[in-house]
T-cell receptor, first 114, second 113 residues
Framework: QKEVEQNSGPLSVPEGAIASLNCTYS??????FFWYRQYSGKSPELIMS????GDKEDGRFTAQLNKASQYVSLLIRDSQPSDSATYLC??????????????FGKGTKLSVIP | DAGVTQSPTHLIKTRGQQVTLRCSPK?????VSWYQQALGQGPQFIFQ???????QRGNFPDRFSGHQFPNYSSELNVNALLLGDSALYLC????????????FGPGTRLTVT
C-alpha cells in the first residue's frame, strides 16, 4: 500500500463547477496535511494546510480532513481555467532527530473546461 | 520578501560526473529539505538540514549528500551520476524543524546523458 494515494486523473470539470480532489494516507501517525498546486514545468505551490479534523476554508478552496478514515480532500468552488494544474496531496509525519518528513502522492491532474 | 531561490535553473551532465545544486531559503526560515521529482511523479524526500546537520534522510543512496551553511543556505551534491538521476530537484524551506509549512523554490532541472 502506498503511503499517500491520489487518483491520477485527469479530472475534467466545466468552468464554474466544483472540483473535488481526494487523497488517502496509510500512516495513522501523520500529523499535518497539505495541498500543493503544480503547473506544468513549475515547482509546487502551497495552497492549503490542515492539521485537525473538519473543514478549513480559504477563498474558493476548502480542505477537509478525516483522520479516522485517513482521508483528506480539497474542494475548489467556481473552478476557473487558471485552476488547471496538478494537485499534490502531502502528508507530514515525525521522523528522526526531531525532524518532520513530507510524503507526497503522485498528484491529480485537473482540467477546467471553459 | 524573497522566496526560496535555487541555482542553476537547468543543468546537463554526463553519466559518472558529479553535480552541486544550491538553495537559499526564504527569509526567516532555517530548515531546508531537498526533494527529487521524476516526470509524472510526486516529489520524493531526499533529506532535511537543520542547524547545519542532516536530520532526516529518505531512501536515497550515499551518492546523494548535502551541506547547510551558517546562513541557512544549502547544497545538494550527487556523485557518479546515473541516467535515472535525471529529474527536477526541489528545495523547500520552513521556519524550524517542526511540522511547519514548507515552501518550494523554482527547482533545478537536471538532465543526465
Amino acid at each position: 500500500q502506498k503511503e499517500v494515494e491520489q487518483n491520477s486523473g485527469p479530472l475534467s470539470v466545466p468552468e464554474g463547477a466544483i472540483a473535488s480532489l481526494n487523497c488517502t494516507y496509510s500512516d495513522r501517525g501523520s500529523q499535518s496535511f497539505f495541498w500543493y498546486r503544480q503547473y506544468s514545468g513549475k515547482s509546487p505551490e502551497l495552497i492549503m494546510s490542515i492539521y485537525s479534523n473538519g473543514d478549513k476554508e480559504d477563498g474558493r478552496f476548502t480542505a477537509q480532513l478525516n483522520k479516522a478514515s485517513q482521508y483528506v480532500s480539497l474542494l475548489i468552488r467556481d473552478s476557473q481555467p487558471s485552476d488547471s494544474a496538478t494537485y499534490l496531496c502531502a502528508v507530514m509525519k515525525r521522523g528522526g532527530a526531531g525532524s518532520y518528513q513530507l510524503t507526497f502522492g503522485k498528484g491529480t491532474k485537473l482540467s477546467v473546461i471553459p | 520578501d524573497a522566496g526560496v531561490t535555487q541555482s542553476p535553473t537547468h543543468l546537463i551532465k554526463t553519466r559518472g560526473q558529479q553535480v552541486t545544486l544550491r538553495c537559499s531559503p526564504k527569509s526567516g526560515h532555517d530548515t531546508v529539505s531537498w526533494y527529487q521529482q521524476a516526470l509524472g511523479q510526486g516529489p520524493q524526500f531526499i533529506f532535511q538540514y537543520y542547524e547545519e546537520e542532516e536530520r532526516q534522510r529518505g531512501n536515497f543512496p550515499d551518492r546523494f549528500s548535502g551541506h547547510q551553511f551558517p546562513n541557512y543556505s544549502s547544497e545538494l551534491n550527487v556523485n557518479a551520476l546515473l541516467l535515472g538521476d535525471s529529474a527536477l530537484y526541489l528545495c523547500a524551506s520552513s521556519p524550524g524543524q517542526g511540522g511547519y509549512e514548507q515552501y518550494f523554490g523554482p527547482g533545478t532541472r537536471l538532465t543526465v546523458t
